[in-house]
């Protein structure tokens, strides 16, 4: 579904209330009042409108004609008026929709599934509590910019957490934790391991970039707007970065240093995962 | 104290190598991680895209996370990947239990 930042995720089927709940505008957030009240109308209209699989341009059309003049924009790209696109997807994670692939590219919108919801109380403090779980010690911009770039909603869940939290510095970076975790991350056994991760994996998302890749040059190879590399990871370090050419059936990978035979066996083996997560064959391995 | 921690002017210094190992133990990147890893890689969201990056995300991972319970309800995207049984016994969670808010139902 449309999750943080209004980009597609995958999430449990039982945690699509959680992420509406968790990810909700609220009228103290940045947009206001104003903001909570579109979403809903445009959210109100897509549940209308998607009661079986839709294209998203057919079900954009069909819920311009159902909101007010207001909420809809002229698109010079597409040569029409619509509800905005970072609006939309807002609308569709607070109706539920769930994304799927359709022919010629095009993203196909399904109505909520049933499914049995888990319930998780006060759902935004649970979002935050499950990103330092597995993030550990994080500066409230990088988990701000993560989210979707709301100050006010950041600023008062740090608010909300202040008396739990602990500052802590890595390297020069000046981070906060919850003090329950501060064993857990004093006690981490160091990396070991290789995997070749795609380009908006959480490991690369959920981070202070500078931090992870301190090196400037080998940051902009890694974080490219777009089209951007997977990452290959050696010992919990970014050491490359890889791309897969199906057609070609070769995953060349570009290594920022050298690496020992073992692990690059270790890489050729993640690479036949990367292959079969698209149901392809084993592809072929270039060393750049 | 312990090994890469230093406490000055109320701020705990945590060495850089520590910070990694935790994020690769939680990220479910170490191989034999629990369960509730993947959870919390769950309910944080794996970001997807056309050429298949949250499975791409999940497959480096579910070799390596045991599970004890029955395959998650509901759940599909289209893997035909089954779990898996180790030597010892454990079962490991296949993409298609891992996955997901998607299409088709």
Redesign the interface.
């Known amino acids: 579904?449309w999750?943080?930042r209004g980009?597609?995720?995958?999430?449990?089927?039982?945690?699509?209330d959680?992420?509406r709940d968790a990810l909700a505008p609220r009228e103290s957030d940045d947009g206001g009042a104003d903001y909570v009240r579109a979403v809903e109308e445009v959210a109100a209209a897509l549940g209308a409108v998607v009661t079986a699989?839709l294209p998203k341009p057919e079900a954009s059309s069909r819920v311009t004609g159902r909101v007010p003049a207001s909420l809809v924009e002229w698109c010079p790209r597409c040569e029409a008026d619509h509800v905005p696109d970072a609006l939309f997807r807002a609308a569709g994670r607070q109706a539920r929709i769930?994304?799927?692939?359709g022919e010629q590219?095009t993203t196909?919108l399904?109505p909520p599934?049933e499914?049995r919801q888990e319930k998780i109380d006060h759902p935004r403090t649970?979002?935050l509590d499950?990103?330092f779980?597995?993030?550990?010690?994080t500066g409230r911009t990088v988990f701000r910019d993560w989210m979707g770039g709301d100050v006010a909603a950041a600023t008062g869940l740090w608010r909300e957490r202040a008396g739990d939290l602990?500052?802590?510095?890595?390297?020069d970076r000046?981070c906060d934790?919850p003090e329950a975790l501060?064993?857990?991350?004093?006690?981490?056994?160091?990396?070991?391991?290789v995997?070749?991760?795609?380009?908006?994996?959480?490991?690369l998302?959920?981070?202070d970039r500078t931090?992870l890749v301190p090196d400037g040059d080998r940051r902009r190879q890694v974080w490219r707007a777009l089209s951007g590399p997977?990452a290959l990871?050696v010992?919990?370090?970014v050491a490359g970065i890889w791309r897969?050419r199906r057609t070609d059936r070769e995953v060349t990978i570009t290594l920022f240093g050298a690496l020992s035979s073992v692990r690059r066996a270790e890489a050729e083996q993640?690479a036949r995962?990367?292959a079969?997560?698209?149901g392809d064959d084993p592809p072929d391995v270039t060393w750049d | 104290m312990a090994i890469g921690v230093v406490l000055m002017s109320g701020v705990v210094t945590v060495d850089r190598a520590r910070w990694l190992g935790f994020r690769w133990r939680r990220h479910g990147l170490a191989g034999r991680s629990r369960e509730s890893t993947l959870d919390d890689l769950l309910l944080l969201g794996v970001q997807d895209s056309r050429q298949a990056g949250a499975k791409q995300s999940l497959i480096q991972r579910t070799d390596g996370i045991p599970t004890d319970s029955s395959p998650t309800d509901g759940a599909s995207a289209g893997d035909t990947r089954a779990d898996s049984t180790r030597t010892d016994g454990t079962r490991t969670t296949s993409v298609a239990d891992a996955i997901s808010a998607r299409a088709p139902w």
Not at chain 1, 7 to 15: G, S
Not at chain 1, 133 to 137: A, K, M, S
Not at chain 1, 195 to 203: E, K, R, S
């Open positions: 579904m999750s943080v980009a597609p995720h995958a999430h449990r089927p039982a945690h699509l959680f992420v699989p769930v994304l799927g692939p590219r196909v399904h599934p499914h649970a979002l499950a990103y779980r597995v993030n550990g010690p602990v500052g802590v510095r890595v390297g000046r934790l501060l064993d857990a991350v004093r006690e981490a056994p160091e990396p070991e391991g995997a070749l991760l795609p380009p908006n994996d959480p490991y998302r959920q981070v931090l997977g990871l010992d919990g370090e897969y993640s995962l990367v079969e997560a698209t």
